[in-house]
């Protein structure tokens, strides 16, 4: 039997609970929030546009970004949507019995 340290991780991790994974998904924000101001430079030449790549960049780190108890936004919205989906038991009628 090996001990392995509580601290040591089983995937590759740039900084603590950002990984491959939340790369991804935060570039992903990134190339969309970029589209976004591609879109609205057609339409205006404001600054506001350039505003349009950190917001879509910002909520895409976020939603991966695991919070202190090690879920992110995305994974609860997960456990909700399979939670949801799963057929649950009610104990009480509400109004009461009717005979």
């Known amino acids: 039997m090996y001990q392995v340290p509580k601290n040591i991780s089983a995937r590759f991790e740039f900084f603590s609970g950002f990984g491959w994974k939340e790369l991804f998904y935060v570039l992903l924000g990134l190339s969309l929030g970029f589209f976004v101001y591609l879109i609205l430079s057609l339409f205006t030449h404001s600054p506001v546009r350039y505003l349009v790549v950190f917001i879509f960049t910002g909520l895409a780190y976020f939603a991966v970004i695991p919070g202190p108890d090690g879920s992110s936004v995305l994974n609860l919205i997960k456990y909700y949507l399979k939670w949801s ?9 509400q109004g009461g019995y009717t005979n």
Do not use: G
Request: aromatic share 22%; net charge positive; no cysteine.
């Open 85 to 93: 989906k799963k057929q649950k038991r009610y104990l009480y009628v």
